[in-house]
């Protein structure tokens, strides 16, 4: 079964909305799963180049969205290179603020997520 662009365009704003400065405030184990469950899985799915380009044709993103996005992906993955993929990480490093900043930039640049010409 394949998903649609709506469904994968759903997906793509969950794992958004999994990751922002609101986590700075929130309890370790809400941030781990949010971070650590949710938001790695999107990270790895829905912030793929191939969906990103697919979001972008079908009109739900514009090319800006698609850049900030693979620079977001480009980040979480090089936290998790660099042994920066825990909770003490999230709050001490720095690039961990890089990264829910970015998130948030994301998510307040499409306030009201556009739709598909067609749709």
């Known amino acids: 079964m394949t998903l649609s662009d709506?469904?994968?365009m759903a997906y793509y704003i969950h794992t958004l909305n999994q990751c922002g400065l609101f986590l700075l405030d929130e309890e370790d184990m809400l941030v781990e799963y949010?971070?650590?469950e949710e938001f790695d899985t999107g990270?790895?799915?829905f912030l793929h180049p191939s969906n990103l380009e697919r979001l972008h044709a079908s009109g739900y993103i514009d090319q800006d969205t698609v850049r900030k996005s693979l620079e977001l992906r480009s980040k979480v993955f090089a936290l998790q290179k660099?042994?920066?993929w825990d909770i003490q990480a999230f709050r001490s490093s720095p690039n961990w603020l890089?990264?829910?900043r970015l998130c948030d930039e994301i998510?307040?640049?499409n306030p009201v997520w556009p739709h598909p010409p067609n749709g």
């Open 107 to 109: 998510k307040s640049s």
């Open 82 to 84: 660099n042994g920066e």
């Open 98 to 100: 890089e990264v829910l």
């Open 34 to 36: 949010r971070l650590f």
């Open 43 to 45: 990270a790895h799915t």
């Open 6 to 8: 709506e469904g994968l």
